[in-house]
T-cell receptor, first 115, second 113 residues
Framework: DVKVTQSSRYLVKRTGEKVFLECVQD?????MFWYRQDPGLGLRLIYF???????EKGDIPEGYSVSREKKERFSLILESASTNQTSMYLC??????????????FGPGTRLTVL | QQQVKQSPQSLIVQKGGISIINCAYE??????FPWYQQFPGKGPALLIA?????SEKKEGRFTISFNKSAKQFSLHIMDSQPGDSATYFC????????????FGSGTQLTVLP
């Protein structure tokens, strides 16, 4: 079974703190993604990576950065956390794209609260 | 700009009934349309997907209907069961560097016993 794990299920941080969210996948997938999920807004793509050290901005990259030093690990970084970044963060991975879409496999999510 | 619009936001159906969730998209470059199912405390998981060269795809009680000219697609759940109670997301993607998905806003389905 594909497994995507996220470092924490719940996280509480204070405004201005630097926050690291870690994601690890065990299926040798090329692509990895970070989303945030908010009620009524669905899943919105923050950043994605299609190879080690490669990254691209998604729809809402402001206030976030990412790092992918190893194929299996993709980190989301909040340089200076703000209250409007309180959300559920979901990591996903997928194999290299075929001509048509590939399934994305999601982790269980990290619920981040910024006080 | 919301490129995939999903409705309704919530849906309550009696056991054995038909659940219907609708999505509309704007970008004609989209060529892959999956539906994801999410249970509380879990990440979303792929339920069923369709490509625009077919108008319908059925897997068990789940059917996607696709209307390319109207840029709409929908999920039908036949004989809905309480175990189907979950949040459903439609999505769309186009050929690109990682086949990233654009998701709809989600529908919370409750199937009453």
């Amino acid at each position: 079974d594909v497994k995507v794990t996220q470092s924490s299920r719940y996280l509480v941080k204070r405004t201005g703190e630097k926050v690291f969210l870690e994601c690890v996948q065990d299926m040798d997938h090329e692509n990895m993604f970070w989303y945030r999920q908010d009620p009524g807004l669905g899943l919105r793509l923050i950043y994605f990576s299609y190879d080690v050290k490669m990254k691209e901005k998604g729809d809402i990259p402001e206030g976030y950065s990412v790092s992918r030093e190893k194929k299996e690990r993709f980190s989301l970084i909040l340089e200076s956390a703000s209250t409007n970044q309180t959300s559920m963060y979901l990591c996903a991975s997928s194999p290299i794209q075929g001509f048509y879409g590939n399934e994305q496999f999601f982790g269980p999510g990290t619920r981040l609260t910024v006080l | 700009q919301q490129q995939v619009k999903q409705s309704p936001q919530s849906l309550i159906v009696q056991k054995g009934g038909i659940s219907i969730i609708n999505c509309a998209y704007e970008n004609t470059a989209f060529d892959y349309f999956p539906w994801y199912q999410q249970f509380p405390g879990k990440g979303p998981a792929l339920l069923i997907a369709i490509r625009p060269d077919v108008s319908e795809k059925k897997e068990g009680r789940f059917t996607i209907s696709f209307n390319k000219s109207a840029k709409q697609f929908s999920l039908h759940i036949m004989d809905s069961q309480p175990g189907d109670s979950a949040t459903y997301f439609c999505a769309a993607s186009r050929f690109g560097s990682a086949r990233q998905l654009t998701f709809g806003s989600g529908t919370q389905l409750t199937v009453l016993p």
